[in-house]
């Protein structure tokens, strides 16, 4: 049988789904039609149906439906096969033209004009063997016959998977999207050209210009795996010019370069602090042409700090900062702790113990500390600053805290007025965000956080993978001493263009106000004034669609009791403590074609959510409430945001030169 996986008679598995026993290829391509998965709403792309006087009675006349892929109809003696178009469906390289899946002849006909090699070895391997020939453009895995007990892992969608049954059919990793003809690609996001992108790494400001460092896996869309350093500069943190890699994988580096941080007033200039995939130790890249202004060429490979013993996961070193005392100090992620490491001249490191945590459980990822600005008033009282540190548990979830670094303990203390980490009112973002970075921008005076925010799930298969948050500032809250809000940068205002004004009305129950502007790349702000009722539930729908507008993005706002209430954005909910001072509350969503981010209260709290619209009409703005209380909105501003123009490499290497000789 040439359907994918393990076919059985009178059962779905996986992707198969058996539709029934039919006489005619017709009636079996009718029921795949006609097929909804009533459990997950799986639709038939693509049927194979046996022939009535298939050889294997058990098999005759069986109709199978294959959910979520697709490929070129073969029409055989005793098996018909068909590809199914559906117009709501992006299952090709043309957006809402029905399925247009590249054929895959080496999984069909076992020949083609893919490659009729055979790869021994891993996914992995199959992934790479792929990159490396132009007209590449899947590559298959075949299960072992007749292994009817066990299971295969194959690759699908990005997602790696179990097929029970074993069973000689195939499955393959297909090209959907180009991305010169992607509807979800971003405009002014961060991504690289092509493939997978993980976590941001040593962002930093130097010589007038925004530098980014990420994990990339330049030759597959597999993920972490064969990981560098990519590397990009910019002038504004939205237009980003691609510069070569930074720093490759290589014998001595045990691995891929895994994550790690930028020191700018490192003694000599710029160093990048990186991890390894072994996890033994953590080295330091520094600059090859110290006169070069974008900084493209670095040096890896110098080890300056090995594993302590018991320290388990071993990784992402933070930037460094230089105390009082004359010691720079660096943490690590180590297993339920953030180790900390001790240098008086930045190139040799001593483990000196945990900053925070017990050494127990999952690895605290990412981990990063610094001061934030002290208020006028602890200036004046010689009071040292709230500092603010964070750090991502392997839930997926970046924590924050803040309190005081003592540098004669080298410990780090929780304020009396937040949590300890984890806390479940204390994240970052409570989306699709994680492995975020700090940077101090000196431009701005700000410190600005960007992280890594992935594929959710069902998302359609592309030629990449992974963007970047929009790039957000982190301050105290003036309503709740020691907690803090995250906005996005100001530079965002810079793209707006054409908006829209509703003006100031009472929300009735169940209503919505439909706003004149669409678009996929927007930025709206609202504002609702109480007094509010426990249950009132009023926010903001984008990228509505006329035909289904039930499947619009609804950042909604909730009031619950004791002075909180809740974001919610997709699956997401984020609670935060409402303002003491108003009774105003805040909506802010930005929107970029896949991407949707929400800022609620002036940033007390924040959801990243991707999205993958299926309706090229869904562009439409509304403002809700679906609760059973009046609301008052005060105010409310929409405008479309232009895609920022990439600067050329002769204008940031004026910029830098410039700003070299200050």
């Not at 991707?610 to 929409?638: C, E, H, W």
Request: net charge negative.
């Amino acid at each position: 049988s040439n359907v994918f996986g393990r076919a059985f008679v009178n059962k779905s598995s996986g992707v198969v789904r058996y539709l029934g026993r039919f006489q005619d290829y017709k009636d079996c391509e009718a029921a795949c039609l006609s097929f909804s998965d009533p459990v997950d709403g799986a639709q038939c792309n693509s049927f194979s149906h046996h022939a009535a006087n298939f050889p294997q009675p058990t098999y005759a006349g069986a109709c199978y439906a294959v959910a979520d892929h697709s490929w070129t109809p073969v029409s055989g003696a005793l098996i018909t096969s068909g590809l199914v178009a559906r117009s709501n469906i992006p299952c090709g390289s043309k957006f809402l033209d029905g399925c247009m899946w590249q054929s895959d002849p080496v999984c069909l006909t076992n020949v083609g004009t893919i490659t009729t090699q055979n790869i021994t070895g891993s996914l992995m391997a199959a992934s790479s063997a792929c990159a490396e020939l132009p007209g590449c453009i899947g590559y298959t895995v075949l299960g072992k016959p007749f292994n009817y007990s066990g299971s295969y892992e194959v690759t699908f969608k990005n997602v790696t998977t179990q097929v029970k049954g074993g069973g000689s059919g195939c499955w393959t990793f297909q090209t959907a999207y180009n991305v010169n003809n992607d509807p979800y690609r971003t405009s002014f996001h961060f991504q690289p050209p092509k493939y997978w992108m993980n976590d941001p790494n040593g962002p930093m400001f130097y010589n007038g210009l925004y530098h980014l460092f990420y994990q990339w896996d330049p030759t597959s869309n597999a993920g972490f795996a064969n990981m560098h350093w990519g590397h990009a500069v910019s002038t504004d943190l939205l237009a980003w010019k691609q510069l070569p890699i930074a720093l490759y994988p290589d014998g001595a580096s045990c691995g891929g370069e895994w994550s790690g941080s930028a020191t700018v007033d490192a003694p000599n200039g710029p160093v990048l602090s990186y991890s390894v995939q072994c996890n033994s130790y953590f080295g330091q890249a520094v600059r090859t042409n110290t006169s070069d202004p974008l900084l493209i060429n670095w040096t890896a490979n110098h080890v300056v700090g090995h594993k302590a013993p018991g320290t388990g996961g071993f990784r992402d070193p933070s930037a460094a900062w230089k105390g009082k005392d004359g010691v720079w100090r660096q943490l690590l992620a180590c297993n339920g702790a953030s180790c900390l490491y001790n240098s008086s001249d930045f190139n040799t490191w001593q483990y000196v113990g945990h900053a925070d945590g017990n050494g127990k459980g999952a690895t605290w990822e990412m981990p990063d500390i610094f001061p934030l600005t002290s208020s006028s008033k602890d200036k004046e009282l010689g009071q040292d600053p709230v500092w603010f540190y964070k750090v991502g548990m392997e839930n997926g979830t970046d924590y924050w805290t803040t309190g005081m670094f003592d540098e004669t303990t080298n410990n780090f203390t929780v304020g009396s007025t937040v949590d300890n980490m984890p806390s479940a009112v204390q994240r970052c973002d409570y989306g699709m965000f994680y492995s975020s970075k700090t940077f101090s921008d000196t431009r701005s005076n700000t410190r600005v956080l960007i992280g890594w925010v992935g594929e959710e799930v069902g998302g359609p298969l592309r030629e990449w993978a992974g963007i970047q948050s929009i790039p957000r500032t982190i301050n105290l809250d003036p309503d709740y001493p020691g907690r803090v809000v995250f906005n996005p940068i100001n530079n965002i205002e810079e793209l707006r263009t054409q908006g829209a004004h509703v003006n100031a009305q009472t929300l009735l129950p169940n209503t919505q106000v439909h706003v004149p502007i669409q678009g996929v790349q927007l930025d709206i702000n609202a504002v609702f004034q109480g007094p509010y009722s426990v249950g009132d539930v009023f926010g903001v729908s984008v990228l509505v669609s006329p035909q289904n507008p039930s499947q619009a993005a609804q950042a909604l706002l909730s009031i619950g009791s004791d002075n909180w209430a809740n974001l919610t954005l997709g699956s997401f909910t984020a609670p935060f403590p409402m303002p003491k001072t108003e009774t105003n509350l805040t909506l802010r969503v930005i929107v970029d074609h896949s991407v949707v981010e929400a800022f609620a209260s002036d940033g007390r709290a924040v959801i990243t959510h991707r999205i993958y619209p299926t309706d090229a009409q869904a562009q439409g703005v509304s403002v809700v409430n679906t609760g059973v209380s009046k609301v008052m909105l005060s105010s409310f501003d929409a405008f479309n945001l232009k895609t920022p123009q990439e600067p050329t490499l002769e204008q940031l290497q004026d910029i830098a030169i410039t700003h070299s000789l200050l």
